[in-house]
Nanobody
Framework: QVQLVESGGGLVQAGDSLKLSCAAS????????MGWFRQAPGKEREFVAA????????YYADSVKGRFTISRDNAKNMVYLQMNSLKPEDTAVYYC?????????????????WGQGTQVTVSS
């Protein structure tokens, strides 16, 4: 059974940093591209960042480019999202997702497995 478990969310002030982690189990992690998505209250879930199976390719939403960094550790079955210079508009539930298709994708429908999410709240 595939499980993705996010952690590291919390309440921070604007300008602070947070690092989210996602622990994966029940899948051959090194063969999956991984993504982070987020959903703010009253809004649709949106793409944040994605990384290829080897860690060589990474893609970001324009809204987080230059502030967020996605990374992975295949030896530990972990994917991370380092978030710097946080803004109130970054407030959302952040989800980790796994995609077993070739390439790195930014669309929700490409992803096969999802975690339960972790709340990030940024106060002004």
């Amino acid at each position: 059974q595939v499980q993705l478990v996010e952690s590291g969310g919390g309440l921070v002030q604007a300008g602070d940093s947070l690092k989210l982690s996602c622990a994966a189990s029940g899948l051959t992690f090194s063969t999956y591209a991984m993504g982070w998505f987020r959903q703010a209250p009253g809004k649709e879930r949106e793409f944040v960042a994605a990384i290829g199976w080897s860690g060589g390719n990474a893609y970001y939403a324009d809204s987080v480019k230059g502030r967020f960094t996605i990374s992975r550790d295949n030896a530990k079955n972990m994917v991370y999202l380092q978030m710097n210079s946080l803004k109130p508009e970054d407030t959302a539930v952040y989800y980790c997702a796994a995609d077993d298709t070739l390439g790195v994708h930014t669309t929700i429908r490409q992803y096969d497995y999802w975690g339960q999410g972790t709340q990030v709240t940024v106060s002004s």
